[in-house]
């Protein structure tokens, strides 16, 4: 509920920024004329009200209408609305520097969350002053671009030169002082995706650049939320939004320096008032006028086609003023733009700013610089200073807002807000977000994009990056993919540290001093995905051959020949295993589960599937082990589906200290809360019926005191069995655990049931009573264990098993859920397995609150005066998963958990000591060894590991 109610206020306060609806009408600059309170009633209860409605409705949760009145009341004052009805641009500034001045202040010249309360506060985000505020900003930061706070925040105190922009790029610092001098001790991130581990800055920058290579980014799907509806083909407003800001930046540029003498004269001629017309003039002067006509005339150029065009760009911005619809068949956007490059002299391609993350075609026209910003935020700042200093100039401003709305949506496509859980509306965040839209890069440029990326955080000093081993479906097509992914890995690293490392250069040697970089390494993971040919299996037709007979064999197999590549490739070249560091295996959890990998996992951990040391090397340097983690307990139908799925892992896979299981949601949800939320669950018969037998097999040698009936449990087992198996000869409790437990070995066709086999038989009616219908009647008169576990191969079962059925949660099971919680929580303390928490995500995705009711404190109670047992001494580590969808950093989630830790109550020096231990927890868990190398050795190493791949 406190989630709701915040993201509701913080949707209400940012609506003229963020939405679509607002492009079209500006309904707050219509209510605002409205001056008598019969027609400003009418307005917002016909018009206003509405689209608000309308709006709040696809992405928020609404307990009371009435709420979204009171809440538009408090954040759009009648009085002060129509103070502003001449120019509505007042009234947003306003609403900005209020904003700002609760959220945004600096800190030793760095942009930071002002944490504490301030003057005013409570009279504008009420109830969310204070710690409160922190949970605010977790839900602010992920449906608004917070860019335009910093620039207002700086313009708003005396800083009104770009200068003051220098070193940030969209990251605002989080933590406090006190929390910083513990972060800078050092920070690992150890849970980071290569898809998605850039910033919305960067995807913004890129679609405002448009080439032929930028094209396919701007493919319809990219442009559309699935789950709401929302679309409005805003392709096309992105690219018309490009071409706007250029003009904009031009304009800017021009007003600043004032040296188009011919536009002024152009200007003056007219004998209005410049400071309103200005841009409009501008536009005029520039792309609908005589005057630029004939300066393409006077340069001998055929000017009918071009004023054209310039007709086109003139028309197409007023049609953004107006909020008109923007549609292709009206505009040929990219004739459009390459006639405006040659009309400013853009040449597409040569960008003055050689670092990567910074490059934009603004630059052409901004020209060198020294301020270590990106392009995007000079661009803001200068719009917003020229608004400020001109406000009059509705025409300029009206063109900046509808840029803002348009900027907005895009951003609310590619990074999750907290609307819709689990993995699979992650997923398509996930592909909006990703580095595989932003075109043109090679595989180093994507590389060097992403580590620059995550480097800016200062405290980092170790970064594990996971990306797919790639490959077609030969281990040699495998082997090949990893060494480019390495080779280009290394290189865009060794270039990072040429260009932001380099401490001191004698210039007559060349020799070089650098500073200290944070060390990089690779996990690949392998997907979890279905498989393909659902139900259709069937054991017998299996032959040893036809993987795809059997449930995932196939998907087993492909799995099984990375893993052999990536073993082998480190071990053949020395010091890879440095750097190719473990094994994963991600995406959505209820694809794949456990026992598909569990073989995979026992064959790269078993000793005769890895050698010890380097035996081609005269040094005989040891190979490092393969790090073990797996994604598990984040996602799922069932509470207790997510916890066995964890104790699966860490049985079947052998899981032990040093490995790590990523994300473990399960492991620390509040039962009492979650039952709370799912009285009634949905999820396939199979799922629950093996739920029901691993905690049966928990109990079963009264190992753990039971909380509960066991003849309840059987006869849920039973019953459920039936379902599935129809006639039950044979079948009891035992037989259908061991079953189930044989799935995570690799399943065998026995031969004597293939020797039942008979084609004459197949052919008959069918008369047999259980098992199979293509065997001999003497093996289909009784289940036992063997037939069970066949049947996990059968389509006749798997359609069965796989139909959804609903379960009510009853008041017995809820201690049940508990008791199962605790001990698998104990039994991955007792092993010093390593959950690896990211809570930005885990709040957008599990079922979690709001970022202070994260699970990571129940995991773990150390230090905190509480209650020490196993299942609350969990060793856990604070990572940021996927940056573009959450837009976050390691650093600021371990300022969100400390702040976490202040609202339940924790002194300061508890809270920082219990952070403290957790920065260690990863730092020391991550498969990176400190070898304590110089950075001019790890640079010898790298390039010798380089020439070995490439030869």
Not at 217 to 234: Q, R, T
Not at 440 to 456: A, H, P, R, S, V
Request: aromatic share 12%.
């Amino acid at each position: 509920m406190f989630r709701h109610k915040m993201d509701l206020t913080l949707k209400v306060c940012i609506l003229p920024f963020t939405e679509y609806e607002f492009y079209r009408v500006d309904h707050i600059e219509k209510l605002s004329k409205k001056i008598v309170i019969k027609e400003y009633r009418e307005y917002f209860n016909d018009s206003l009200l509405k689209c608000m409605y309308n709006i709040i409705h696809k992405k928020q949760r609404v307990e009371n209408l009435d709420e979204i009145i009171l809440l538009f009341d408090k954040f759009y004052p009648k009085v002060e609305l129509n103070n502003s009805h001449n120019n509505i641009t007042e009234y947003y500034l306003n609403l900005l520097s209020k904003i700002t001045k609760s959220f945004i202040s600096h800190r030793n010249g760095r942009i930071a969350l002002k944490y504490w309360e301030s003057s005013g506060e409570e009279d504008f985000i009420g109830p969310y002053k204070g710690i409160n505020k922190i949970a605010l900003w977790n839900s602010l930061n992920r449906i608004f671009t917070t860019d335009l706070l910093v620039v207002k925040y700086l313009l708003d105190n005396g800083m009104k030169d770009e200068v003051y922009l220098n070193g940030y790029y969209s990251s605002i610092m989080i933590e406090d002082l006190q929390l910083e001098q513990v972060l800078k001790k050092g920070v690992a991130e150890t849970h980071i995706h290569k898809g998605a581990a850039i910033n919305f800055y960067i995807s913004w920058q890129y679609l405002m650049t448009l080439t032929n290579k930028t094209y396919k980014s701007y493919k319809e799907e990219l442009f559309i939320d699935e789950v709401i509806g929302k679309s409005y083909g805003l392709e096309y407003y992105v690219i018309s939004m490009a071409i706007v800001r250029v003009i904009m930046t031009t304009f800017i540029i021009d007003n600043e320096s004032s040296h188009d003498y011919e536009f002024l004269n152009y200007l003056k001629s007219y004998h209005e008032d410049d400071s309103k017309l200005k841009f409009l003039m501008y536009m005029m002067y520039k792309f609908n006028s005589v005057e630029s006509e004939m300066a393409d005339s006077n340069q001998g150029k055929s000017h009918t086609k071009k004023s054209i065009q310039d007709r086109a760009i003139f028309e197409l911005v007023r049609d953004i003023e107006q909020g008109k619809e923007i549609i292709k068949e009206k505009y040929r956007f990219f004739d459009l733009w390459d006639r405006l490059k040659e009309k400013l002299g853009i040449k597409q391609g040569e960008d003055l700013e050689k670092n990567i993350i910074e490059k934009d075609i603004l630059n052409q026209l901004l020209g060198v610089r020294t301020v270590n910003t990106a392009t995007e935020n000079i661009f803001l700042f200068k719009s917003m200073r020229y608004i400020e200093e001109n406000d009059q100039d509705c025409f300029f401003s009206k063109i900046f807002w509808q840029y803002i709305r348009i900027k907005n949506e895009v951003f609310q496509l590619k990074v999750q807000g907290n609307l819709v859980r689990g993995l699979i509306n992650f997923q398509s965040y996930y592909k909006r977000s990703s580095t595989k839209n932003i075109k043109g890069y090679t595989d180093k440029e994507y590389w060097k994009l992403i580590m620059k990326n995550q480097m800016q955080n200062l405290h980092l000093k170790k970064l594990e990056l996971r990306a797919s081993p790639g490959g077609g479906g030969s281990k040699e097509e495998i082997t090949g993919s990893i060494k480019k992914t390495i080779t280009n890995f290394f290189q865009a690293y060794l270039d990072i540290i040429e260009e932001d490392y380099v401490l001191t250069e004698d210039t007559k040697s060349g020799e070089k001093i650098y500073k200290e970089v944070p060390i990089v390494g690779l996990v690949f993971h392998m997907l979890k995905v279905p498989d393909e040919n659902g139900h259709e299996k069937c054991w017998i037709r299996y032959g040893g051959k036809e993987a795809t007979e059997l449930y995932f064999r196939d998907l087993q197999d492909q799995y099984r020949r990375q893993v052999q590549a990536i073993n082998e490739i480190r071990e053949k070249f020395v010091g890879l295993s440095e750097y190719i560091l473990g094994i994963d295996a991600a995406s959505i959890e209820n694809n794949t589960e456990p026992w598909v990998f569990a073989p995979i996992y026992d064959e790269a951990r078993d000793s005769k599937t890895h050698k010890m040391i380097y035996s081609n090397s005269s040094r005989l340097p040891r190979i490092k082990n393969l790090g073990f983690t797996f994604h598990v307990g984040e996602d799922f139908r069932h509470l207790v589906t997510g916890i066995r799925r964890v104790d699966e892992v860490v049985e079947h896979f052998k899981f032990h200290a040093g490995d790590r299981i990523g994300h473990g949601i399960a492991l620390g949800l509040d039962v009492d809360k979650w039952v709370l939320n799912n009285k009634i669950v949905i999820l396939p018969r199979g799922e629950y019926l093996e739920n029901l037998l691993w905690i049966w097999g928990l109990y079963k040698d009264g190992k753990y005191s039971t909380c509960f009936d066991m003849g309840y449990l059987q006869q849920e087992i039973m019953k459920f069995a039936e379902k599935i198996y129809i006639q039950m000869e044979g079948i009891n409790t035992y037989a259908l655990w061991k079953a189930y437990r044989n799935k995570f070995k690799v399943f065998k066709v026995l031969q004597r049931f293939l020797d039942c086999y008979d084609d004459k038989w197949s052919k008959q009616e069918c008369h047999n009573h259980l098992f199979c219908s293509v065997v001999q009647n003497t093996e289909t008169r009784i289940w036992n264990e063997e037939k069970l576990t066949h049947a996990q191969h059968c389509k006749c079962y798997i359609e069965r098993m796989l139909e959804p059925v609903q379960i009510e949660i009853k008041l017995q099971d809820l201690e049940m859920m508990k008791h199962v919680q605790k001990i698998v929580a104990s039994k991955v303390s007792r092993e010093g397995i390593i959950v690896e928490t990211n809570p930005s995500s885990n709040v957008a995705i599990g079922e979690i609150e709001s970022i202070f009711h994260h699970y990571i404190h129940n995991l773990n109670h150390v230090g905190m005066n509480k209650d020490e047992n196993p299942e609350n001494s969990v060793m856990i580590s604070i990572n940021s998963d996927d940056p573009s969808v959450f837009n976050t950093n390691v650093s600021n989630e371990f300022a969100y958990v400390f702040y976490s830790l202040q609202e339940k109550g924790y002194s300061r020096e508890v809270a920082l000591l219990w952070i403290d231990k957790v920065r260690k927890y990863g730092m020391e868990s991550s498969f990176i060894d400190d070898r304590g190398l110089r950075t001019e050795e790890r640079i010898e190493e790298i390039k010798g590991i380089i020439n070995k791949l490439k030869n």
